[in-house]
């Protein structure tokens, strides 16, 4: 297979990616997500990540979040860890937050990063940082790909395998091709009317989101997504092009009740049970 080549994958493929967990385990077998998110403007970007993660199968979430998202986050998530991180004026992350970070990150299988922390110059020093020191699978989204414009070059430090998502806006303002983006270790979802999923070798074209998905959060849902299937130790391509799929159909579902609308963020979170049950049984929604 060249690089770049079209791939596809059945109902068979995502059912084969989506198995149930096996007996005996417990909830750090089942793997441990640690999420850096949130800012005091934007608390409930936090929120809609760890709820997407906790809803497709990660065991253990923990979610490092500025402290003035601390109150709200504890209040609305009960089965995830919060921890609140020094802020700067802005109260966005600041960056001695960074070893914080890099500690709690010992103890994760995989780290999403960037929804919803702002556009600070200290917040984006520290993205840029914990990127390059992360030794675990990492997803950047949001705020987090915004920290690397201009600074694109800083992602082939990366030790670990990076999983970029960005919108339209979020790749003209890298100023670099998706092509450009991708390496040996960095995989490109780029989202739109077709989600594109690419790493070295392989393309897929995903054309099942619905346009009712262009709505706030549910970008931030899709890292959840993303996050807890790499977390289960999920081939880091697999777990991109698989949560983009879980995502797409969970909102195909939604809006056969809730019409396309009316669909927000929280409702692709709640039929994402529907969506499991459907790739799981090797079917599709269409």
Do not use: W
Not at 33 to 53: E, K
Not at 264 to 273: M, Q
Request: hydrophobic share 45%; glycine share 10%.
């Amino acid at each position: 297979m060249s690089k770049n080549d079209l791939f596809t994958m059945t109902p068979q493929d995502y059912a084969g990616v989506l198995v149930d967990p096996p007996a005996h385990v417990h909830k750090h077998s089942r793997g441990r997500l640690l999420i850096v998110a949130g800012s005091a403007q934007y608390p409930g970007a936090a929120l809609l990540t760890a709820l997407g993660a906790a809803r497709s199968g990660a065991g253990y979430i923990t979610l490092a979040t500025a402290q003035q998202v601390v109150p709200i986050a504890q209040t609305n998530l009960l089965t995830v860890p919060v921890v609140g991180l020094a802020t700067d004026d802005s109260e966005m992350i600041a960056l001695e937050a960074e070893g914080r970070i890099e500690e709690l990150a010992k103890n994760a299988d995989a780290l999403v990063i960037g929804p919803g922390i702002g556009g600070g110059d200290e917040t984006a020093e520290m993205v840029r940082r914990v990127v390059v020191a992360s030794t675990i699978p990492t997803v950047i989204d949001a705020d987090g790909i915004n920290a690397f414009i201009g600074h694109t070059d800083r992602m082939l430090e990366a030790k670990a395998s990076l999983i970029l998502t960005p919108h339209e806006g979020e790749r003209a303002r890298l100023g670099v091709s998706t092509d450009d983006l991708v390496s040996e270790t960095c995989i490109v979802v780029a989202k739109g009317p077709t989600t594109t999923i690419t790493d070295r070798m392989r393309t897929i074209k995903d054309a099942t989101g619905p346009s009712s998905l262009a709505t706030a959060g549910t970008g931030d849902v899709l890292s959840g997504i993303i996050g807890a299937l790499l977390c289960q130790g999920i081939d880091p391509y697999l777990a991109a092009a698989t949560g983009v799929r879980l995502h797409s159909t969970a909102a195909l579902i939604a809006i056969e009740d809730l019409t396309a609308n009316c669909l927000i963020a929280t409702d692709v979170i709640d039929y994402l049970p529907d969506a499991f049950r459907i790739l799981k049984e090797g079917g599709a929604y269409a």
